[in-house]
Each structure stands twice: as structure tokens, then as C-alpha cells.
């Protein structure tokens, strides 16, 4: 059997991604891993971070991005199906630049790999999702944040990224070009599984948390409309009260000690309760998410009510 990990990145080094670390904690449990790594601005050094990682398993596929002809977030989903193209084993581990697993749960999914590598039936493994916030030290479990998502896949040349990349569907005939179709297309069946995905995409300084929305709005809503929003002071970044944000309890993946021992902004962070008043609030401090987000984990166990599920669960870690 032979584990595959791919991700894909821009300016990561520039946006404050954990790339490198990613990288790292993927390669103890892969065969191999590849980066689509799409050419960025003059002051990037991706590239310089993940060639110091001097190991065989690694591979860098060098690309260039074309948000028009990928609009609305597609452009992520393409460089995603690029960097798959070249995994050649029979599971494949996806990584956003900021998503890193723990070292504690390569034994489970190696074990999960192995169970079910010749039943057909299984495209897939959801993983359960940490979101920190501001810090290290805060963690969401709002109904606005996904709690799982397919972040392994079987190696299917009919399965692709989808939409802005966040998930995965099956979709025979494609035209390499709609990453948001829906006609003909097929949630892939999946087992979930008790592995973890450390998603650490809002953890950087507010100055960077403020470029990189502006980034991926660039890349979701055009140039011309992000000009606009700037114009309007979209871009201010405040992440909120975090005192009103559950705390982690738990150990980080060991591969981001250095990262976490970077943090340096906690002078710019609201450890209170309170919700500013003349700020635009963020989705989980909107009314509908608190009650929602209250009833899910006070009263149904943490489940989920409503909500889109781009995948069909055939079977838990307890079957």
C-alpha cells in the first residue's frame, strides 16, 4: 500500500501559511508528497522554505495561477487537481497550506488505509476539524465552522477538488475547467474517522490576517471588486472577543513548536467577552450562529443541524 500527500500553495511564506510545517507533518506517514507551487510575488520565499526540506519524498510541481480563467475560488480547486495528478499511490492525503495533522494519529490513519484499501465501496476518510483562532489557545465549535471534511481520497482520476478546494467530489465527465459543477457530479462515500485536522488559517497576525482575506477575496470576487471593498475599509481585521471562543485543552502536532513559539501579536488580541460595538461582526458572532451553535453542543452532542455535507457517510470509526 502507498500513501500520496499533496497540497498546493502562493505567496505562503508571504501570507504567513505554515507550509513547511504541513510538509513536515505529513512526510513520516507518506511515500511521497507533492506541492503545486504556483509562482508568486518578488518577496515570497515558498520556494526557498520548502527546498531547505532536504528530503526524496518531496516533490515541487512548479505552476502558474490564472484566476481568470478559475474565477469564484476555482483557480484553488485546479492547482489542487494539478498537485493530485502526480501522486502515485492508492490513498491520497490532502493538506491546505495551513492544515497540519498530529503525529499521535499516524497509526490510525495508516490503519484505516490498510482496512479498507481493497473495498471499492470507500472513496474516502473525513477527519475531524480543530479552528484555532487569533491564538494557539482558542478553538472553535460554532456551527459556522465545519467540523469534518474528506482529507483522504482514493487515487481516482474521476474524483476532483471542488469548488474553492475545500472538498472533493466525483465527477466523470469533466471539462477541466467548472470546478463548481454540480449536473453529473457524485458526493464521494466516505468513512469517518477519529483522525485530526490542526487548521491553523486565522492564527497570524492581525496586519496578515488582513492581506490574506484581502488575498482570497482576490481570488473568489476579482480584482476590481476587492478595490472596491478596500476602498470601503473592508479589510480591518479585529478578531473579536476570543474569551467568548472555547479554549483547546489539548497538545499541538509537534512540528509546529517553533511556529506557536513565534506568537508575538497577543497585545492586539480582545481577551474579553464582550462584542465590540462599532465593528462588523464575524459570522459566529451573528445571533442565528450563537442559538444554533449553543443547541448543537449544549442540547444534540456536539451533531450538526442543517448544513451543507459534501459527502455520504457510510460507516464511522465505531462500525
Known amino acids: 500500500m502507498k500513501i500520496s500527500g499533496f497540497s498546493m500553495a502562493r505567496n505562503a511564506h508571504k501570507l504567513y501559511y505554515p507550509i513547511r510545517e504541513v510538509v513536515l507533518s505529513a512526510l513520516p506517514l507518506v511515500d511521497e508528497f ?10 515570497d520565499r515558498s520556494a ?18 490564472d484566476i481568470g480563467k478559475y474565477p469564484r475560488g476555482m483557480e484553488n480547486a485546479h492547482q489542487t487537481d494539478i498537485a493530485k495528478s502526480h501522486c502515485s499511490g492508492d490513498w491520497l492525503l490532502y493538506l491546505q497550506a495551513d492544515e497540519v495533522i498530529h503525529e499521535e494519529d499516524y497509526p490510525l490513519i495508516r490503519s484505516f488505509c490498510e482496512k479498507y484499501l481493497h473495498d471499492k465501496s470507500v472513496e474516502g476518510f473525513l477527519f475531524k476539524y480543530h479552528h484555532f483562532w487569533g491564538d494557539f489557545d482558542h478553538c472553535h465549535n460554532a456551527h459556522s465552522w465545519y467540523k469534518r471534511e474528506i482529507r483522504i ?10 469548488e474553492s478546494a475545500q472538498s472533493f467530489r466525483r465527477i466523470p465527465v469533466f471539462d477541466g475547467l ?3 459543477q454540480q449536473e453529473g457530479t457524485h ?17 497570524r497576525p492581525p496586519e496578515l490576517m488582513r492581506k490574506k482575506t484581502q488575498a482570497l ?49 497577543t497585545d492586539q488580541l480582545d481577551y474579553g467577552r464582550n462584542y465590540p460595538v462599532n465593528r462588523r461582526p464575524h459570522r459566529h458572532e451573528k445571533f442565528k450562529y450563537r442559538l444554533l451553535s449553543w443547541l448543537e453542543n449544549h442540547l444534540l452532542g456536539g451533531r450538526t443541524l442543517g448544513g451543507f455535507k459534501n459527502f455520504v457517510r457510510i460507516g464511522t470509526f465505531n462500525t
Open 34 to 43: 507533492v506541492v503545486a507551487l504556483g509562482a508568486g510575488d518578488p518577496d
Open 48 to 65: 526557498d522554505l520548502l527546498g531547505a526540506i532536504r528530503n526524496d519524498k518531496l516533490k515541487i510541481v512548479p505552476t502558474t495561477w
Open 153 to 162: 481520497i482514493r487515487n481516482d482520476p474521476a474524483i476532483h477538488s471542488w
Open 178 to 180: 467548472n470546478y463548481r
Open 187 to 203: 458526493k464521494i462515500r466516505v468513512i469517518e474517522t477519529p483522525a485530526r485536522i490542526f487548521h491553523y488559517g486565522w492564527v
Open 217 to 265: 477575496d482576490t481570488i473568489h470576487k476579482g480584482a476590481d471588486k476587492v478595490a472596491e471593498m478596500t476602498a470601503q475599509k473592508h479589510y480591518e481585521f479585529d478578531y473579536g472577543p476570543l474569551g467568548r471562543i472555547p479554549r483547546y485543552p489539548g497538545t499541538h502536532p509537534a512540528v509546529m513548536k517553533e511556529w506557536i513559539s513565534r506568537l508575538n501579536w
